[in-house]
């Protein structure tokens, strides 16, 4: 059984813009994943250059900051068995066009650029502990466990 684990999660100022971030958080806590940390932020420019680092010096890179800052993010941390590739596969592929419908960017995705959703890279050693570490303080998540109470049915 694989472990548990944090990962990041965003919901893109497309996302925001649209008022998804009420039907994303659904389909992860849907999915039996548990929020630890969430805050509604605008991301400034040194904030998106660090955060999209490894992009610098691809083409769209300029765009991609540009936009990322164009508006409010939802960030978010969740916690599960094998979060980061649950996220990435609920998510579907960077190209809305190329996802499957069910997935989050195939169901709403407009374009390679408003892509609705961000997610830790799985296939990226160590990512989501260094973007949850960019976006949060550690006394903004929260260790919390499911009470077992006769209104909990
Ligand atoms: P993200 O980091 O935002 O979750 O997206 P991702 O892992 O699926 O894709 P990644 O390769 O990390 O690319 C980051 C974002 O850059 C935009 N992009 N544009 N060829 C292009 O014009 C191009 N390639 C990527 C996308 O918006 C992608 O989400
Ligand atoms: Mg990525």
């Known amino acids: 059984m694989s472990e548990t684990e944090r990962t990041f999660v965003m919901v893109k100022p497309d996302g925001v813009q649209r008022?998804?971030?009420?039907?994303?958080?659904?389909?992860?806590?849907?999915r039996g994943l548990k929020m630890v940390g969430g805050k509604f932020m605008q991301i400034d420019q040194d904030l998106a250059e660090e955060h999209y680092g490894e992009h610098?010096?691809?083409p769209f890179f300029d765009g991609l900051v540009d936009f990322i800052?164009?508006?409010?993010?939802f960030a978010m941390v969740w916690e599960g068995q094998d979060a980061t590739r649950q996220v990435r596969t609920m998510m579907g592929?960077?190209?809305p066009a190329e996802s499957a419908p069910g997935t989050i960017r195939g169901d709403y995705g407009l374009d390679l650029g408003r892509n609705v959703i961000h997610g830790s890279d799985h296939e990226d050693e160590g990512a989501n502990e260094r973007e949850i570490d960019l976006f949060f303080d550690e006394d903004e998540l929260v260790d919390w466990d499911q009470i077992d109470?006769?209104?909990?049915?």
Do not use: N, Q
């Open 56 to 58: 610098a010096d691809k």
């Open 69 to 73: 800052t164009s508006g409010p993010v």
């Open 93 to 95: 592929e960077t190209d």
């Open 19 to 30: 008022g998804l971030i009420g039907d994303i958080v659904s389909r992860f806590e849907d």
């Open 149 to 153: 109470a006769p209104w909990l049915y």
